[in-house]
């Protein structure tokens, strides 16, 4: 229904008054949203998903002065295996996964066709999954 992000009270009391008034959106005062604390992120990875594997994974944010790792650690990638095996949403989709103060969690999950590529993102590794993947 909308882009998620952090607002604070205030700025979430204006977003949702105008949102209200808006003809043009699809929230109504009977929308069911949820809503959470904010978490402190430490990094955050976007991984690449088909046929239920992971193709590619790679960092697009790191905070707190966190050191750099060239490859998202391996207790990054156990967590989303962990996830793709209690629920695998699709035959091919993006997950964002961020490590916080209480552990790695998922940020969100998106469709794969209009998910951004990262600097680091292999997009030949990418494509050729898709295509074997979906040719089979």
């Known amino acids: ?57 790679g960092y697009y944010k790191f905070n707190d002065r966190v050191p750099f790792e060239e490859k ?15 629920f695998n949403l699709e035959k091919a989709f993006v997950m964002d996964i961020c490590l916080t103060d209480e552990g790695w969690k998922i940020v969100e999950i998106n469709c794969i066709n209009s998910s951004g590529f990262y600097p680091n993102t292999n997009v030949k590794s990418i494509i050729k999954a898709l295509n074997v993947y979906f040719s089979e």
């Open 72 to 86: 998202v650690s391996e207790d990054g990638l156990a967590f989303a295996r962990e996830m793709l095996r209690l």
């Open 1 to 57: 229904m909308f882009t998620g992000r952090v607002l604070n009270e205030t700025e979430w009391k204006d977003f949702v008054c105008e949102t209200l008034k808006s003809s043009s959106n699809r929230i109504t005062a009977d929308s069911v949203i949820q809503v959470s604390e904010a978490k402190r992120t430490l990094k955050e990875a976007r991984l690449w998903i088909v046929g239920g594997q992971i193709i590619d994974a």
